[in-house]
């Protein structure tokens, strides 16, 4: 089992920046890829990015590319989500989940994860 735990959600002005954190425990951390997911209401929950272990892919969903950098700390067990340029459209709950790891086919499908975390909440005012 892994237990996820998501914090550094908020509110943020369109052009501002948000950090999020995921402090992972349970299974070896070096063991898992880790990935960010965002769902608005109403709407179905989308890859973001993912990172594998130990930290020398990522993968980036075309939205987010350039805006957003995926990195890991493996001596904290914690993944982060720096979300740079922040739009309106950005808004939505975002979900820290777990995976075995990948070497070069990254996973971007919600039902290739095991593992969620409860989500943390990014609102991007206009």
């Known amino acids: 089992q892994v237990q996820l735990v998501e914090s550094g959600g908020g509110v943020v002005q369109a052009g501002g920046s948000l950090r999020l954190s995921c402090a992972a425990s349970g299974r070896a951390f070096s063991s898992l890829a880790m990935g960010w997911f965002r769902q608005a209401p109403g709407k179905e929950r989308n890859f973001v990015g993912t990172?594998?272990?130990?930290?020398?892919?990522?993968y980036y969903a075309d939205s987010v590319k350039g805006r957003f950098t995926i990195s890991r700390d493996n001596a904290k067990n914690t993944v982060y989500l720096q979300m740079n340029s922040l739009k309106p459209e950005d808004t939505a709950a975002y979900y820290c989940?777990?995976?075995?790891?990948?070497?070069?086919?990254?996973?971007?499908?919600?039902?290739?994860?095991?593992?969620w975390g409860q989500g943390t909440q990014v609102t991007v005012s206009s």
């Open positions: 990172i594998n272990y130990p930290g020398a892919k990522t």
């Open positions: 989940a777990a995976t075995g790891n990948f070497l070069v086919v990254p996973r971007t499908r919600p039902e290739q994860y095991d593992y």
